[in-house]
């Protein structure tokens, strides 16, 4: 089983959902986040008095996926994220070492 | 109000305000103006319900201008924890002006003895009834009362104006003792050098429709010499200081430039055609101010911007203040936009290189502002720009006039500033403690908080 983390822009949030949900995701948790990486922050101007925000907002997506799947939804959020410009976000993949459904106390994929 | 005298057609209008009261009218004959005399006799006259209805709706516009108009502008602009000390401290200092004019402030500015200085008598509105009359610009009376509540507010928007460049920093206390001392020896005097028949601006016959070196110049120069012995607040300029909420500055402004049509179209004192100009002069110029800030910051390189919108808004109506009844609609249109661009490079550029800390940028806007509309008006006041001057009028001597006239109020508003603030400093002690100024004036000096 894989870990999935994408950091993304939250305008992408709901073109990633569809995506993922088509290719057979069935769940996921979404948080908003704020950060920085090479985009940097913003500016704001107020008569003439510039102020830096060095931290921007972005929605992290995080997904339990069987070992087959993964690859595929890294490669789908990568595709559909992206907006070939600094600031599109990064994907993690990490190793899940289980998974249990609290409902029902299944382990493993069965959770997912 | 001063312009009148050019308005109307030579000296036939040498009506003072008082012309209704005995002594000046004395005076008034000595000095050979028959009209006035004339006027004397008419001020039996009983004042046209009309007149006396726009008087009226003009002073509430006026208040409307200060609460919530002027509290909520400069309220959105400071910091959250700032909100109600802003707002408050607006309250209070109005207050404390409508108090102090009914008890001296109106016999000194506008009282029946005097010279071109100062004025006195009337004291606590002595000998004022229903039936006594204020002289309008022409044959027209309207009741004392409504004149005296109409100028009232003129002297409550003006100290109130002062408080944009202390606020976040300065004890409601000192603002209170502030406000005592300046408008005694700042406000009054300049209102009665200006705006009353005696008065040394009033007889140059310098133009000022509506209060541009009496209230704009005053307030804006004020502010700056305050701001500069009050001292920078904590962490200017490098710790961010933004807006707290553009959304009320957006509602006050619009609150203000519905009030201004009170100030400017009011201080016509009639429901009449001059009253109409200023109307439409006080629509057009700042439209044209809130377009043309926008315009200056995309030409600066930066988003056009709200603030910016808001920052024209008030750079176009201080403009035109002076102006409104002495303008074609056209030439208030430029004088707009010539101060809000002027305007916009004192703020954003000068302010930063010249390092003082007017907070909400009450000089950068009403001082610059009012400066440029006082010696804007000379031009647009030509009858060959649309202006109602007569066919003799000259641009260049009028010219010296303001220039003379708007030297003259920086001097008066910098020394009498000077005073006040070293005073309020000796009785207060002036700045709030580090701790307070830190955590908020809200919570410190009046144990509240705006949002809870």
Redesign the interface.
């Known amino acids: 089983m894989k870990f999935i983390i994408a950091i993304i822009k939250p305008f992408k949030l709901d073109e990633v959902r569809e995506a993922l949900g088509a290719i057979g995701v069935a769940g996921m948790t979404v948080s908003e986040v704020k950060g920085f990486g090479r985009q940097k922050g913003q500016t704001?101007?107020?008569?003439?008095?510039e102020?830096s925000t060095n931290m921007l907002p972005k929605v992290k997506i995080e997904v339990a996926a069987p070992d087959d799947l993964a690859g595929k939804i890294v490669e789908t959020i990568q595709q559909v994220a992206s907006t070939e410009a600094i600031g599109d976000g990064k994907i993690f993949v990490l190793d899940l070492a289980s998974a249990v459904r609290i409902r029902t106390g299944e382990s493993g994929d069965t959770a997912l | 109000m001063m312009n009148r005298k050019l308005m109307c057609g030579g000296g036939t209008i040498a009506a003072s305000l008082f012309a209704a009261l005995p002594a000046w009218a004395q005076e008034a004959v000595e000095a050979g103006t028959p009209i006035a005399a004339a006027t004397t006799e008419a001020a039996a006259a009983v004042p046209n319900p009309g007149n006396n209805a726009w008087m009226m709706t003009s002073t509430l516009l006026v208040l409307l201008m200060i609460l919530p108009g002027l509290a909520l502008f400069y309220g959105g602009l400071t910091r959250s924890k700032n909100m109600l000390s802003t707002m408050t401290q607006i309250g209070g200092v109005t207050a404390l002006a409508m108090l102090m004019w009914v008890m001296f402030g109106y016999g000194l500015a506008f009282g029946p003895e005097g010279n071109q200085f100062i004025s006195w008598g009337k004291f606590f509105l002595a000998g004022v009834t229903p039936d006594s009359t204020a002289a309008t610009f022409t044959d027209e009376v309207i009741s004392e009362y409504i004149f005296i509540a109409f100028q009232m507010t003129f002297s409550a928007i003006t100290v109130a104006l002062v408080l944009g460049s202390v606020v976040e920093r300065m004890k409601f206390s000192a603002v209170m003792a502030f406000t005592v001392i300046w408008l005694v020896i700042v406000y009054y005097p300049i209102a009665h050098m200006v705006w009353e028949a005696r008065g040394v601006f009033f007889a140059m016959g310098a133009l000022d429709f509506a209060g541009g070196t009496v209230v704009h110049i005053n307030a804006g120069v004020s502010a700056l010499v305050a701001a500069m012995i009050l001292g920078k607040r904590r962490g200017y300029?490098l710790e961010?200081?933004?807006?707290h909420s553009l959304t009320l500055t957006m509602v006050g402004t619009g609150l203000l430039w519905v009030g201004w049509f009170g100030f400017n179209a009011g201080s016509a004192l009639e429901a009449n055609g001059s009253a109409a100009l200023a109307m439409i002069n006080t629509f057009v110029a700042t439209a044209a101010g809130a377009l043309f800030w926008m315009l200056a910051e995309r030409l600066a390189g930066?988003?056009g911007?709200a603030?910016?919108w808001c920052?024209g808004v008030i750079a176009g109506l201080v403009a035109v203040t002076p102006a409104a009844g002495n303008s074609g609609p056209f030439g208030a249109i430029i004088l707009g936009a010539v101060a809000s661009v002027i305007c916009f490079f004192c703020?954003?550029?000068l302010?930063?290189a010249l390092g003082y800390d007017d907070s909400l940028?009450a000089f950068?806007i009403h001082g610059v502002g009012g400066i440029v509309g006082a010696i804007g008006t000379a031009i647009v006041y030509a009858p060959s720009l649309g202006g109602p001057g007569g066919d003799d009028f000259v641009i260049g001597a009028q010219l010296v006039t303001q220039i003379f006239a708007v030297l003259a109020t920086i001097a008066l508003s910098v020394i009498g500033t000077a005073i006040a603030m070293f005073v309020a400093k000796a009785l207060t002690g002036l700045r709030v403690a580090p701790e307070i100024e830190h955590d908020g004036l809200d919570i410190g000096e009046h144990g509240e908080r705006a949002y809870n």
């Open positions: 704001e101007i107020y008569r003439g008095a102020y | 300029p961010p200081m933004p807006p930066h988003k911007s603030l910016g920052s703020v954003s550029k302010k930063p940028d950068g």
